[in-house]
């Protein structure tokens, strides 16, 4: 037994050694592709910052990315090649604009020579820039030497115009002189020439140049062959605009002669046109862009930024389709348009005042306040539309006391109590049915149902309180009948004759309520009034400011003296409408004088200018002076933001 338990116990002991043995083998294995990946990330990592330090950024970039193909969520690598792309870019930037100031400088050389000058020192200044983040970048390296000639060539063309006019007239004697025996192809006698020139002028480039083609001449005559054919192929290229065929020819003059400054005289002269030419197609996009985008906010109305759209159109192309036509109608359009819209919004107010006023008239308060919303809604500065609507919810909350629906907080409190009061008229039970309803006018004193069973309890059972209390509602109907108010007298009249319909006078004031509602309140009657009324009348039918003014002034004094008289209403609210209408119009134009306008227009569409043009630190200038006038602009601001981010700042 002991023997067969030590076998088992022996046997368990390999069995865990053996596991392990097998856990330990797999960790190793998983372990050492992590230590292999690691090691490779740590000599990739160094590669990259000593190409770094040495400004080699584009193999920099290739060694950090070459990590983050072995790790994808390598934060370290990942920051550092945004840090070097953001380098690069403003590298590229520099170098870019040093090239067109290049160009620039070449192009007036040696005709402006102060401009030349200009434009050489930027394109330095540029280069610097470029050459200090990126060192090894071979094209800087060509733009260098560039460079460096013509910062020498400028400085003889200075030194050349220093010289008396006896000795320019002798240098450009010789260099036409020159130029005949190169073209007899004399070589030996143009190299005379071109050492009297070296003799007068010492460096000149142009006799430098001059004298090294004789000397090929000489010494290669094939080569020098080979080069002017292929010169005259280039210029003939030219003159038929073939400019990428005539650029080769001139490319492969280059690489038999690479200081040939007639080849890159040429070259430069092509870049300058291709350059143009990329330029326009893309001025050509973006103003077909704005151009479309300007008619459409025509469509839509937006008069300020289809100006700003067409405006930007021309700018990029002098012009662009119709663009000019469309820009010089947009002040009528926007005329027309704002004359259409101020006429609709005061049909608008009309006709929301007129249904207040009906609705007020025929007793629906609810809809008499929603058209008196809607008034000031549309012309805020409306006090007649105010002060009716005031007159509706004021009608409106005696409605709602008069009748107590679903929708009030108190209906779970009022219903039980009507129809406990209810059930006890019917039993019979005056006196506690009278107590109900005393509760429910406690709360709501105009409840209709509750003073009609008040009403009927009195007459059941003291007919000298019916007496007294049917007096008090026929009272407050004369009074409402005094004031025009037909529809609230009505009901006061009407809930008397459903419960005694033999009531003195009642059949005969419910009448003249009924009368009062049909008419549209407040005749003028009074013939002086009724005067003033046809004045007032004509002097509205005239129109323009003063006759307005005129006419509001009797209408409101006829409507102190008949306030319910609709169509005065109606007029006075026209007349006010129209009259602060066109006093916003004037004041919401002042913002900016016509000048400030002016200047915003102008240096806006001078930064669209620079930025079209690479020019971004111009076009910021030009954009920070509109903000100068208008800190609102939003174009002007999102301009800079791209101008900021494209500058790398």
């Not at 820009?327 to 004359?339: T, Y």
């Not at 008239?361 to 009716?388: H, I």
């Not at 919810?393 to 009748?403: G, N, P, Q, S, Y």
Request: charge should be neutral.
């Amino acid at each position: 037994m002991i023997n067969i338990f030590n076998i088992q116990v022996k046997k368990e002991k390999i069995i865990i050694a053996f596991i392990v043995i097998v856990i330990s083998f797999l960790t190793a294995t998983s372990i050492k592709p992590q230590v292999q990946n690691k090691q490779l990330i740590d000599n990739y990592n160094k590669q990259a910052i000593e190409y770094y330090n040495k400004k080699d950024l584009t193999k920099a970039i290739i060694e950090w990315l070459k990590i983050l193909e072995i790790d994808p969520n390598n934060e370290d690598a990942q920051r550092n090649i945004e840090l070097v792309y953001e380098e690069k870019h403003k590298k590229d930037i520099s170098f870019q604009k040093a090239k067109l100031y290049y160009r620039l400088s070449r192009k007036v050389l040696p005709e402006d020579i102060d401009a030349a000058k200009n434009n050489s020192n930027i394109a330095i200044e540029h280069f610097i820039v470029a050459y200090r983040l990126d060192p090894n970048d071979p094209e800087l390296q060509i733009l260098k030497d560039e460079l460096k000639l013509l910062s020498d060539e400028i400085k003889l063309e200075l030194a050349k115009k220093r010289l008396s006019e006896e000795i320019k007239k002798k240098y450009y004697a010789l260099l036409s002189e020159a130029q005949i025996l190169m073209n007899e192809k004399r070589y030996e006698d143009a190299i005379k020439v071109w050492d009297e020139m070296l003799r007068l002028v010492p460096l000149d480039a142009v006799a430098g140049e001059g004298k090294r083609q004789a000397e090929l001449a000489i010494n290669n005559r094939l080569k020098f062959e080979k080069i002017m054919a292929l010169i005259a192929t280039g210029e003939e290229f030219f003159k038929q605009e073939k400019y990428i065929d005539s650029r080769n020819e001139f490319v492969q003059v280059l690489k038999l002669d690479e200081k040939n400054r007639v080849a890159k005289d040429y070259i430069a002269k092509i870049e300058d046109i291709l350059d143009e030419k990329r330029t326009y197609e893309q001025r050509r996009l973006q103003a077909e862009q704005f151009y479309i985008a300007g008619v459409n906010n025509l469509k839509t109305y937006e008069f300020t930024q289809a100006q700003d759209n067409l405006e930007n159109a021309l700018v990029l192309i002098d012009n662009y389709k119709d663009a000019r036509a469309l820009l010089e109608s947009i002040p009528q359009l926007k005329k027309e348009w704002e004359e259409r819209q101020r006429l609709l919004r005061l049909q608008q107010i009309d006709k929301t005042f007129q249904e207040g006023l009906i609705s007020l008239t025929e007793g629906r308060y609810r809809d008499a306040v929603s058209a008196f919303q809607a008034t000031l809604t549309l012309d805020p500065k409306n006090e007649l539309a105010r002060r009716y609507l005031s007159t509706a919810l004021d009608a409106l909350r005696v409605e709602e006391e008069e009748i107590i629906n679903e929708n009030n907080p108190y209906y779970s409190i009022v219903q039980p109590l009507i129809e406990s009061g209810k059930r006890l008229y019917n039993q019979g039970n005056i006196a506690e049915s009278r107590e109900q309803w005393v509760k429910i006018l406690n709360l709501f004193p105009q409840n209709r149902m509750a003073t009609e069973y008040l009403l009927r309890c009195d007459l059941a059972k003291n007919p000298e309180s019916f007496q007294k209390f049917a007096e008090k509602i026929v009272n407050d109907g004369n009074k409402l009948l005094a004031d025009k108010k037909y529809n609230e007298a009505f009901k006061k009249f009407d809930l008397i004759a459903t419960i005694d319909p033999q009531y003195p006078e009642i059949q005969n004031l419910i009448t003249q309520s009924k009368v009062g509602k049909r008419k549209t309140g407040g005749e003028v009657t009074d013939i002086d009034f009724r005067q003033r009324y046809n004045v007032a009348l004509q002097l509205y039918q005239q129109g323009g400011k003063n006759n307005l003014e005129k006419a509001l002034a009797e209408f409101k004094i006829i409507n102190n003296k008949y306030p319910d008289n609709i169509q005065v209403a109606i007029i006075i609210n026209k007349i006010e409408s129209q009259l602060r209408f066109r006093v916003a119009e004037q004041v919401q134009g002042k913002k900016l004088t016509p000048r400030q306008q002016e200047l915003i227009r102008e240096y806006y569409f001078k930064g669209i200018n620079y930025y079209t043009n690479n020019q971004f630190d111009l076009a910021i200038t030009e954009w920070r002076k509109v903000l100068a006038i208008d800190p609102d602009h939003e174009k002007a601001k999102n301009n800079i933001k791209k101008c900021l981010i494209l500058l790398g700042r």
